[in-house]
C-alpha cells in the first residue's frame, strides 16, 4: 500500500537525494575529463563504481513507498557513502576534489527526523573519507600541507553531522506536534507515561495495550485518529506501525473491548494481520517497566495464535506463578 507517513517522507527525500546524485556524479565525470583536473584518475574502476551507483540510484527511484523503512534508508546512506569513498579514491584521493558530494549525504539525513539514521549518515561519512585518505597517509604520498588540509575537512564533516543529529531531533519533537500524537523511538516517553499514569492512578486499575495494526493498513495517520478518537492517546513505539496506548479504570473485559476496536480500525483500513496484546496493573505487573514488559510478551504471543486477528491478555495469579495468556480472536 502507501506505507507510513514516515515512510512516504523517507521516501520522498532518498529518491530526491538519488535525482541529485545522479546529476552530481554526471558533473563530477565531466570534471575529471578537464585538463585543469591534476590528480591521476583511475578511470575504468571509476566508472565502474558510478556504474553500480546509478543502477542503484535509478532503482531506488522505483521503490514503493513501504520499503523505505528506518533501517533500509541507514543501509541507503551507507551506501552511498561507501560510493562516493571509491569515487574519491579513484579520483585523485587526496587532491580529489569529489569529497565535495558527501555534503547532501549529510544533510539530506537531517530531514528524516531520525537521530539514528543521522548518525549512520555521520559515521559512514566519516569511515568513508577515512579509508580514502588512508591509502594516500600510510604511502606518504601526501605533502606537507594535506594533512591539515585532510583533517580540515574531516573536522567539517564531523561538525556539520554533529548539526544534522541536532536538527534531527528538533525535526522529531515537530512532527509528533504537527502530527498531534507521539513518535517514541526507544520507548523511554512511553514508559514515562505508564508511570505517570500508575502514579496519578494510585491503587486503581491501569492498562498497556500493544497494537501491531500490520503493513497493509492503507492510511496509518487515520487510524491512529480513529484510536485516539475511540480509545486513547496512542503513541508510536520506534519507527514501524506498533503503538501503545495506556488506559485507566477499566477491567479486564474493557481492556479488551478498547483492543477489540483497535484491531477493527486497522481491518477497516485494510489489514489483514492485526495483533494485540494488554496487561493491567496489579494483576499483572506492579511497576511501569514490568507492566510494559508484560504486554510486550502478550503482544509476542498474539503472533502465536493461528488467526488473522488475535488479542492477548497477559495474566498472573495473585501467588505469582507462571503468566497465563488468553487469546481472544
Not at 61 to 88: K, R
Not at 96 to 104: R, V
Not at 198 to 215: K, T
Not at 308 to 314: D, G, M, N, T
Request: aromatic fraction near 8%; include cysteine; proline fraction near 3%.
Amino acid at each position: 500500500m502507501g506505507g507510513s507517513k514516515s515512510n512516504r517522507r523517507n521516501a520522498r527525500i532518498l529518491k530526491a537525494l538519488s535525482l541529485l546524485y545522479l546529476g552530481l556524479v554526471a558533473a563530477s565525470l565531466v570534471l575529471v575529463h578537464r585538463p585543469s583536473y591534476e590528480p591521476g584518475v583511475s578511470f575504468v574502476l571509476l566508472y565502474l563504481a558510478v556504474a553500480v551507483a546509478v543502477t542503484a540510484a535509478v532503482a531506488l527511484l522505483f521503490l514503493p513507498a513501504d520499503q523505505f523503512t528506518g533501517g533500509f534508508c541507514a543501509a541507503a546512506y551507507v551506501f552511498y557513502a561507501a560510493f562516493v569513498a571509491l569515487a574519491i579514491f579513484f579520483s585523485g584521493g587526496v587532491s580529489s576534489e569529489l569529497h565535495a558530494l558527501y555534503w547532501p549525504l549529510l544533510l539530506a539525513a537531517t530531514l528524516h527526523g531520525s537521530w539514528r539514521i543521522g548518525l549512520t549518515a555521520l559515521i559512514s561519512v566519516l569511515a568513508g573519507y577515512v579509508l580514502a585518505m588512508l591509502p594516500a597517509i600510510l604511502g606518504g604520498a601526501v605533502d606537507a600541507e594535506e594533512p591539515a588540509l585532510i583533517f580540515f575537512r574531516l573536522g567539517a564533516f564531523a561538525l556539520t553531522g554533529l548539526f544534522v543529529l541536532a536538527a534531527a531531533r528538533n525535526l522529531v519533537d515537530a512532527g509528533a506536534a504537527d502530527d498531534g500524537y507521539s513518535v517514541d523511538e526507544d520507548g523511554s516517553m512511553f514508559l514515562e507515561m505508564v508511570a505517570g499514569e500508575l502514579e496519578a492512578r494510585r491503587g486503581a486499575q491501569v492498562a498497556v495495550v500493544l497494537v501491531d495494526p500490520g503493513r497493509e493498513v492503507e492510511d496509518p495517520d487515520l487510524l491512529l485518529e480513529r484510536v485516539r478518537a475511540r480509545i486513547g492517546e496512542p503513541v508510536l513505539l520506534g519507527e514501524g506501525s506498533v503503538f501503545g496506548v495506556v488506559l485507566s479504570g477499566l477491567d479486564e473485559r474493557g481492556v479488551e473491548g478498547a483492543a477489540r476496536r483497535a484491531l477493527a480500525a486497522a481491518s477497516s483500513l485494510g489489514s489483514e494481520e492485526t495483533r494485540a496484546g494488554a496487561a493491567i496493573y496489579p494483576h499483572d505487573a506492579r511497576s511501569a517497566g514490568d507492566l510494559l514488559a508484560a504486554a510486550g510478551q502478550a503482544l509476542e504471543a498474539a503472533f502465536e495464535v493461528e488467526s488473522p486477528s488475535a488479542i492477548v491478555l497477559a495474566g498472573q495469579d495473585a501467588a505469582g506463578g507462571e503468566g497465563r495468556y488468553r487469546a481472544a480472536r
